[in-house]
């Protein structure tokens, strides 16, 4: 049993598709980010930077519990434990090392303030709109060059699919309209019919 420390963002969202994806059994335990759930002792013991998701796996190494934060190093680990949608070819696998740190370094974060300063932020700052939505239009424009001639970032499905596509569900948020985008329209359109993902996302 995987206990899934959660709440509806995309970081959220990525790793209960990898749960439901890998058929692993899950419960999920809420963290309220609107009321600073994050913030409690007992979490902060499983994510020391009171960030969701966070993962306890009963059944770890060892057969002994392991807590895992961070969504890139949760996603590798179900990738090893299972042997599903991370590849144990080198090359191949670094083809998706590469696309889920791209994600992790700049398309999650990058939309991540795109959102703060179009969506939420208290005062307008039009230098900070523009400096984000141009970031995640450049963004953009390399996932949609990086699936010309393909299904998936790293040609099969894997980990680095499931850490992309939640982030892309948003796209009316970030001042991106995907007509620009016919590729990375088609992939949300693919991936949104998997079963899996579908389940996931009614969490």
């Known amino acids: 049993m995987i206990d899934l420390y959660y709440w509806g963002t995309p970081n959220g969202q990525k790793i209960a598709i990898a749960l439901e994806e890998m058929g692993l059994e899950y419960q999920v335990f809420p963290i309220n980010i609107l009321e600073n759930d994050q913030f409690q002792p007992d979490f902060l013991k499983i994510s020391p930077n009171n960030k969701i998701p966070a993962i306890v796996d009963q ?5 002994e519990p392991i807590s ?5 190093a949760i996603l590798q680990y179900l990738g090893r434990k299972t042997g599903l949608f991370y590849p ?27 959102h703060h300063f179009s969506q939420f932020a208290k005062e307008k700052i039009p230098y900070a709109i523009e400096r984000y939505i141009g970031e995640t239009k450049r963004l953009y424009t390399v996932l949609e060059q990086q699936l010309v001639g393909q299904d998936y970032v790293a040609g099969e499905y894997s980990i680095a699919d499931m850490a992309i596509f939640p982030w892309l569900l948003r796209h009316e948020w970030q001042s991106i309209n995907l007509d620009d985008f016919p590729n990375i329209k088609a992939y949300i359109a693919r991936i949104k019919q998997r079963p899996a993902v579908q389940k996931a996302l009614s969490i």
């Not at 895992?68 to 890139?72: M, R, T, V």
């Not at 791209?102 to 795109?114: A, E, K, V």
């Open 59 to 63: 059944d770890g190494p060892n057969h």
């Open 68 to 72: 895992i934060f961070e969504s890139g």
């Open 88 to 114: 144990t070819n080198e090359q191949k696998r670094v083809e998706v090392e590469q696309w889920l740190m791209w994600q992790m370094g700049g398309f999650g974060p990058m939309l991540g303030q795109n």
